[in-house]
């Protein structure tokens, strides 16, 4: 495999689930690795491995 011509950092609060869901809709996965970050109320239950998990096979996905 080779190496990603480029890294994309995309950040968000947990309003913005469905923007980052809407971006990756669109968005051609060739050359590219892209790293998310959800900022959440230690409370909230993130639901970002599921919306993410269509297009991250059979790459790696850290939930952390």
Not at 24 to 42: N, R
């Amino acid at each position: 495999m080779n190496e990603p011509e480029y890294i994309i950092a995309i950040g968000a609060s947990a309003g913005g689930l469905e923007e980052i869901n809407s971006f990756f809709d669109h968005t051609p996965l060739d050359g590219v690795s892209y790293i998310v970050v959800q900022h959440l109320s230690a409370s909230f239950k993130s639901r970002m491995v599921v919306v993410l998990a269509k297009w991250i096979w059979p790459w790696t996905l850290f939930n952390g």
